[in-house]
């Protein structure tokens, strides 16, 4: 079975500092892979996605990259923190095809930047 | 664009109570629809889906089924339970070249003994 790893589970950070939150996924090959951010209020919104090792799309432009340097490995990366980067961030996968519709989710990171 | 509307929480019930959940969306053509359930601290857990108009999406006891005509999938239960309480996300997926999910805000639902 699959099974999606996030780490690390809560992230204290100052204000200018940098990130690098690491989501890796067992159990499939090829997956695609997604970042979202949960923030108090807002609801859950789309970050990055990627559909192969190196190929990155960004859904809202930011302060926050995205590398995926192997196949089943995804991370989330900034260079300097901002207040407002603080939230709980999702990592989720996919199949390529024929169902791919339905992403599977991570436990999560809660990030907080003091 | 597409949107998911998900009625307001809180919602608080008492064991055994029965649980709706109303769900509404916009969406171009024919999308997926899911329901997630969130448990405090954790991540989003796939509860059930429908891809077609009339799929009955079900899972522990839940059930949603799809409407086209009312553009609705909303979220049932016949008797909750505590270990319910949590907060539930409709999403839609439309396809078309998108890989984004579409969620609504959630509802969080509180089971009291």
């Known amino acids: 079975s699959q099974t999606i790893h996030q780490w690390p589970a809560t992230l204290v950070q100052p204000v200018g500092s940098p990130l690098s939150l690491e989501c890796t996924v067992e159990?499939?090959?090829?997956?695609?892979l997604y970042w979202y951010r949960q923030a108090a209020g807002r609801g859950l919104q789309l970050l990055f996605y990627?559909?192969?090792?190196?190929?990155i799309s960004s859904e809202v432009p930011q302060n926050l990259s995205a590398s995926r340097p192997q196949d089943r490995q995804f991370i989330l990366s900034s260079k300097k923190l901002l207040l407002s980067d603080s939230g709980f961030y999702l990592c989720?996968?996919?199949?390529?095809?024929?169902?791919?519709?339905?992403?599977?989710f991570g436990p999560g990171t809660r990030l907080t930047v003091l | 664009g597409n949107s998911v509307t998900q009625m307001e929480g809180p919602v608080t019930l008492s064991e055994e109570a029965f649980l709706t959940i109303n769900c509404t969306y916009t969406?171009?053509?024919?999308?997926?629809l899911f329901w997630y359930v969130q448990y405090p601290g954790e991540g989003l857990q796939l509860l059930l889906k429908?891809?077609?108009?009339?799929d009955k999406g079900s899972n522990k006891g839940f059930e949603a089924t799809y409407r086209k005509e009312t553009t609705s999938f909303h979220l049932e239960k016949g008797s909750v339970q505590v270990s319910d309480s949590a907060v539930y996300f409709c999403?839609?997926?439309?396809?078309?070249?998108?890989?984004?999910?579409?969620f609504g805000k959630g509802t969080k639902l509180s089971v009291i003994p």
């Open positions: 989720a996968w996919s199949v390529q095809a024929g169902g791919y519709d339905t992403q599977y």
């Open positions: 159990g499939t090959s090829n997956p695609n």
């Open positions: 990627s559909v192969g090792i190196g190929q």
């Open positions: 969406a171009t053509g024919y999308p997926s």
């Open positions: 429908a891809t077609k108009a009339d």
């Open positions: 999403a839609l997926y439309s396809g078309a070249g998108s890989y984004q999910l579409t």
